[in-house]
């Protein structure tokens, strides 16, 4: 089968990989002296946004990274899935099911959203095999889940939130 | 005898278990919580909707510490809760 859409010039491919600064949604939250400040123009007149995206609204703070004063635990767990409905009903309830603190909602490409959360071992544990239950239920549901007991502190500085709106 | 995959750089046992439906991955994970709980050791769990990988790493938190008699007991006491 041959496509019907005519190839595109070179300069109208938007080349989603790009390395070119100015074309990527950078971390404008990090506070890592590494992290470049620079924000693409087409997103540098949006402001922040919470869930979704396009809200005017701040950020939660339920989704920033904030001092571990509101965290108790270090054990880690994450939850892949394939959109955005799966991710919230994960999100909810993770946060449901034991005493976790949501730390992350990530947009990484591909219509795929990561769900971070930390706590007590056991709270973590708990709190994903049910966060899997319900995004499995949803959707397109469950890509995948993994669950650190004792991340190392160097993996720290990656587990901010970034800010991105979406990623393409 | 557990039957895992000793790794090294860090030192830990691996091993990956297989299932038919998430239904049965969901089981072994509640299993494995309770024995975990039971055991207060948690092991590093990755799952999707048929497999699930466990990472066992030595109880103690010493860097180079070698895996233990109790280690491996608990390798094979997770082994045990796959049912025949």
């Known amino acids: 089968m041959t496509s019907s859409i005519p190839p595109r010039s070179p300069k109208e491919k938007t080349n989603t990989k790009s390395t070119d600064p100015s074309k990527q949604i950078i971390d404008v939250a990090s506070e890592s002296s590494v992290s470049k400040k620079v924000v693409s123009p087409s997103k540098a007149s949006k402001s922040k946004s919470g869930v979704g995206g396009g809200s005017k609204k701040s950020v939660p703070s339920s989704y920033n990274y904030s001092s571990s004063e509101s965290i108790s635990g270090i054990a880690l767990g994450m939850i892949e899935t394939r959109g955005m409905v799966p991710a919230i009903e994960a999100a909810d309830a993770m946060t449901k099911a034991a005493e976790v603190s949501l730390v992350a909602r990530e947009f990484v490409g591909g219509g795929y959203v990561s769900v971070l959360v930390r706590g007590e071992t056991g709270a973590v544990n708990a709190s994903v095999r049910a966060g899997a239950d319900a995004c499995e239920r949803v959707g397109d549901g469950l890509v995948a889940a993994h669950i650190i007991a004792r991340p190392d502190s160097e993996v720290e500085p990656v587990l901010k939130v970034s800010g991105a709106k979406r990623r393409l | ?84």
Not at chain 2, 11 to 24: A, V
Not at chain 2, 39 to 64: A, H, M, W
């Open chain 2, 1 to 84: 005898m557990h039957k895992w995959n000793e790794r090294s750089r860090p030192l830990r046992l691996e091993r990956r278990f297989e299932f038919s439906t998430y239904e049965l991955t969901r089981d072994f994970l509640d299993r494995l919580g309770e024995l975990s709980e039971k055991r207060k050791r948690f092991p590093d769990i990755s799952f999707g909707k048929t497999y699930v990988n466990l990472t066992l790493q030595p109880e103690s938190e010493e860097k180079d510490a070698p895996l233990s008699e109790d280690d491996m007991r608990f390798a094979s006491e997770i082994d045990d809760l796959i049912e025949p």
